[in-house]
């Protein structure tokens, strides 16, 4: 039986780590062929190994998506070497913890940085992507976050919180503007999922553990897997009448 993303070619970005790397496996899984991208390019080539280890199809391709002329370019080399994308998932991302009142030099060096990848590098990528995504029909996937609702009572910082508020209104305005190409634009909500994103925090500050658990009726911490359900729901035809929407992964915590 062919997967549920056979013929597609599939663009992850940030797929060299966590959720997009599990993300990238999962489309190669159901029949993808995967561009891999991300910043750290030995990241994205050890995906695509791994990937071709379990017969899936898969390309790396090393860009910053904060680049705008790179993700021009790298969108002009995805069409060339493997062909038309219509499915991209906008998952590249990073988070820092400094509060607003802390250190005015960090606090204004963590807005800037995470401004740039998580809303400009969205906007670069997708936008270098229209062209293939509207001829296709196609799908993009957005990486939100309960803090696309709320800011979370752990250490974290008021520009991830805003950023990931504009990721949830990226996907409704593009997805009020692109539905009548038959573009579907949809964002997933992660909770707390055990990734190198958070790595250090998890090894310093078990406290921050035991708040996000005491808030998620599932009683656990997420892994990068349980993103893969999602993100194959809202990439194929299993959602063909969905979009604006935003399925939350979070383990419950946005519903208490
Ligand atoms: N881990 C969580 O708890 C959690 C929760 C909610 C949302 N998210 C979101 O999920 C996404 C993935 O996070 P993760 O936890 O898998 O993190 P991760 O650090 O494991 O992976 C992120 C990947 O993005 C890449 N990347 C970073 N900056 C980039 C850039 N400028 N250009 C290209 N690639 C870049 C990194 O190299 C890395 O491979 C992010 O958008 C994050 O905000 C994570």
Redesign the pocket.
Same mark, same amino acid.
Request: charged share 10%.
């Given at each position: 039986m062919p997967g549920l993303l056979h013929n597609h070619i599939a663009v992850v970005?940030?797929?060299?780590? /966590? +959720?997009?790397?599990?993300i990238a496996f999962g489309f190669a899984r159901e029949g993808a062929h995967v561009a891999v991208?991300?910043?750290?390019g030995d990241?994205?080539a050890a995906a695509v190994r791994d990937i071709r280890d379990v017969g899936g199809k898969a390309q790396h391709f090393a860009?910053?998506?904060?680049?705008r002329a790179a993700c021009r370019a790298v969108a002009a080399e995805v069409a060339g070497k493997i062909g038309t994308v219509s499915v991209l998932v906008?998952?590249? /991302? +990073?988070?820092r913890r400094n509060a607003f009142v802390a250190d005015a030099d960090a606090v204004i060096k963590d807005w800037e940085d995470i401004m740039?990848?998580?809303l400009n590098?969205l906007f670069n990528i997708t936008h270098a992507f229209l062209e293939p995504l509207r001829a296709s029909k196609g799908r993009i996937v957005n990486?939100?976050?309960?803090?696309s609702f709320v800011h979370v009572r752990t250490p974290n910082s008021p520009a991830?919180t805003t950023s990931?508020h504009g990721?949830l209104g990226f996907t409704r305005a593009l997805a009020a503007e692109l539905g009548r190409d038959g573009v579907r634009v949809n964002a997933i909500?992660?909770?707390?999922?055990?990734?190198?994103?958070?790595e250090k925090v998890r090894a310093s500050n078990p406290e921050l553990i035991k708040i996000f658990l005491d808030h998620t009726p599932l009683g656990r911490a997420?892994k990068?897997e349980d993103?893969v359900g999602p993100a194959l729901f809202l990439a194929s035809d299993l959602s063909a009448y969905v979009t604006g929407a935003i399925v939350m992964a979070d383990g419950g915590y946005r519903a208490i």
């Open positions: 970005t940030g797929s060299g780590s /966590g +959720i997009g790397r599990a991208l991300d910043v750290n990241a994205a860009v910053d998506v904060t680049d906008n998952n590249a /991302g +990073i988070n740039a990848v998580n590098g990486i939100a976050s309960i803090q991830y990931k990721v909500g992660p909770g707390f999922i055990e990734t190198p994103l958070n997420g990068p993103i």
